[in-house]
């Protein structure tokens, strides 16, 4: 069984860097799969973020892309994004994600509140 | 920039079919979009119900069926239970960059 996990600081204050870090259990993070970053305001929608390939291979919302940057840890199986510049506008429930080779999403974090304040 | 639409908001009767839509700014989805779909509950993950326009997750009950229709992916509910009542994204793919759609609420009435 596949599991997600989320985790790093729940508060940041304005103009500095979120940073939030996806334990992946259950599947090596080296495998054929892609993994993403979502985020949802609250009571918002779903904004896609980022995901990312073992083999140095990855790819951006365009609208976030000049602040985004995604990256791994083959060792630890983990997955990590970095926010950098934020504002109360990115405060939201980040989750992590993993992405077939197929284009199918499959399991998904219970997701991270994080909010943007001093 | 690209934008995903979806119906705002849909009602069924409970043992009733709804079909949802997901629409692309850029023209009609085909297979080529590898269109996703998700049930979102209050206070929980997003569940992922349908990839690559109509295939099932091992979790996915067969009341849920994923298709194109008419120039969109479609989400079809048939024999509506109460336990639907969700919101439900679609998620298309762009070359490289995923775009959700706006999200439509389903109540079940």
């Known amino acids: 069984q596949v599991q997600l996990q989320e985790s790093g600081p729940g508060r940041v204050k304005p103009s500095g860097t979120l940073s939030l870090t996806c334990d992946v259990f259950g599947d090596s993070i080296t495998n054929t799969n892609w993994w993403s970053w979502v985020r949802q305001p609250p009571g918002k929608g779903l904004e896609w973020i980022a995901e990312?390939?073992?083999?140095?291979?990855?790819k951006y919302n365009p609208s976030l892309k000049s602040r985004v940057t995604i990256s791994l840890d083959k060792s630890k199986n983990q997955f990590f994004l970095k926010l950098t510049s934020v504002t109360a506008a990115d405060t939201a429930l980040y989750y992590c994600a993993s992405i077939g080779p197929g284009g199918e999403w499959g399991y998904w974090g219970q997701g991270m509140l994080v909010t943007v304040s001093s | 920039q690209t934008v995903v639409t979806q119906e705002p908001s849909l009602t069924v009767s409970p043992g009733g079919t709804v079909t949802l839509t997901c629409a692309s700014s850029?023209?009609?989805?085909?297979?080529?979009?590898?269109p996703n779909w998700f049930q979102q509950k209050p206070g929980q993950a997003p569940r992922p119900l349908i990839y690559g326009t109509s295939n099932k997750h091992s979790w996915t009950p067969a009341r849920f069926s994923g298709s194109l229709l008419g120039g969109k992916a479609a989400l079809t509910l048939s024999g509506v239970q109460p336990e639907d009542e969700a919101e439900y994204y679609c998620l298309l793919n762009y070359g490289g960059a995923w775009v959700f759609g706006g999200g439509t609420k389903v109540t079940v009435l």
């Open positions: 850029t023209g009609a989805v085909t297979s080529g979009y590898y």
């Open positions: 990312i390939y073992h083999l140095d291979s990855s």
